[in-house]
């Protein structure tokens, strides 16, 4: 879906590897690149959580967030002929790098962003400063398929489908479509929490079902650990945070399995899939205290 260009003087479109990508910068100090999830998802959803992060989270200092969308997605659309895999993905912010002369990144990653970030320090391990990883999509691919399984369980609870029934019963699609497209919504993302009535709260976004069947498709049957245990041995990874929610039917065991592969723990919320709405304060508190400042 092709959504509208910059809006105010803090987003820019940015020209790529033959592309161009919508970015917004907010804040100011040390930037961090934030990574947004999907595949073929936009930044929005992240919003207005992640921007907390830009003012320190009400503590000292302050750093500057850059969100792009990521090719195939929200504002950054490509023609159907332009490859979306995650190679294309690790190149874009490879350039983005470039474009804004930063030596070293720190990194910013949520759900599929993370792993973004993850293939990103291992094709140009000397450019990544720090990451932080939030809800990580899996190292493995064995360990996405059990996420299938467990969200796909969640989505067939008797009361998804009750709620849908009085939803499409209730006229709302007539008489108040925004609120309609609101209601629809959350329910198609109830499964990622903890307490599905949160998802309400949630800054709807669509994905690009074509960026986003190429990234996993590109990825095939994949495996990272080893080649994380080759490209950081013991001791040589970037300085890592993870933060997961102990209730999201992502595995926390894979985050938990790549955190050790990183030499850090594991932060658990009691959370899903999306700490930044459930548990704001504490999500803000701990990458607050973990990103570069000013």
Not at 160 to 171: D, N, P
Not at 197 to 220: H, I, K, N
Not at 240 to 253: H, K, N
């Amino acid at each position: 879906m092709s959504r509208p260009g910059p809006t105010n003087p803090t987003d820019q479109m940015v020209d790529v590897n033959g592309i161009r990508l919508y970015t917004r910068c907010v804040g100011g100090g040390p930037l961090v690149v934030v990574l947004h999830g999907g595949p073929g998802a936009h930044h929005d959803y992240l919003l207005p959580q992640y921007d907390r992060l830009a003012g320190g989270g009400g503590s000292r200092g302050a750093r500057a967030l850059l969100y792009y969308d990521q090719r195939g997605g929200g504002r950054s659309p490509v023609t159907r002929d332009t490859p979306v895999g995650w190679r294309e993905h690790v190149a874009d912010l490879e350039a983005l790098r470039r474009h804004r002369a930063i030596d070293r990144l720190a990194l910013l990653g949520y759900s599929w962003g993370a792993l973004l970030a993850v293939l990103y320090a291992l094709e140009h391990p000397a450019r990544v400063e720090r990451l932080a990883l939030v809800c990580p999509a899996p190292a493995t691919a064995r360990w996405r398929r059990e996420f299938e399984r467990r969200f796909a369980a969640r989505m067939a609870e008797p009361w998804i489908a009750r709620a849908r029934r009085e939803l499409a019963a209730s006229g709302l699609r007539e008489s108040d479509p925004e609120k309609y497209r609101r209601l629809a919504f959350a329910l198609s993302v109830a499964p990622y929490f903890r307490d599905p009535s949160r998802a309400r709260e949630m800054t709807p976004f669509r994905v690009t079902a074509r960026t986003q069947e190429a990234v996993w498709e590109s990825l095939g049957d994949y495996d990272l650990r080893e080649r994380i245990r080759n490209t950081f041995p013991k001791g040589r990874a970037p300085r890592t945070v993870v933060v997961a929610g102990i209730y999201d039917p992502m595995p926390i065991e894979s985050a938990r399995e790549l955190a050790a592969s990183l030499d850090t723990g594991v932060v658990e919320l009691a959370t899903g899939h999306a700490p930044h709405v459930e548990a704001t304060e504490d999500f803000v508190r701990v990458l607050d205290s973990f990103l570069p400042r000013g």
